[in-house]
């Protein structure tokens, strides 16, 4: 079992930068792959970041490459997302999540077995 709390939202402007944080519980937790998922109101929840269960491998979705970045530290269990040159079109919450599969890059929302609540990032123009 593992509980994920995300943290560190808010609102900026455009063009400014946020730090996202996922703390998890659980001794197991340097044994699953990490994602980040976000969800605007009346769309559905899309992938953004995907990092390996040792942090060997990441993968971003078009719309975050070059300006987010993933990184997890196993010995602090938690989970980063990097958000620089922030746009309007970020807004969303901003969900964590862990995936004990044995398949690397993981894009799709059922390819996670464990979520967190979610924090708001709302980007002002």
């Known amino acids: 079992q593992v509980q994920l709390v995300e943290s560190g939202g808010g609102l900026v402007q455009a063009g400014g930068s946020l730090r996202l944080s996922c703390a998890a519980s659980?001794?197991?937790?340097?044994?699953?792959?990490m994602g980040w998922f976000r969800q605007a109101p009346g769309k559905e929840r899309e992938f953004v970041a995907t990092i390996s269960w040792n942090g060997d491998y990441t993968y971003y979705a078009d719309s975050a490459k070059g300006r987010f970045t993933i990184s997890r530290d196993n010995a602090e269990i938690t989970v980063y997302l990097q958000m620089n040159s922030l746009k309007p079109e970020d807004t969303a919450v901003y969900y964590c999540?862990?995936?004990?599969?044995?398949?690397?890059?993981?894009?799709?929302?059922?390819?996670?077995?464990?979520w967190g609540q979610g924090t708001q990032v709302t980007v002002s123009s």
């Open positions: 999540a862990a995936s004990g599969s044995g398949r690397y890059y993981l894009t799709r929302v059922n390819d996670y077995t464990y």
């Open positions: 659980g001794r197991t937790f340097s044994s699953y792959h």
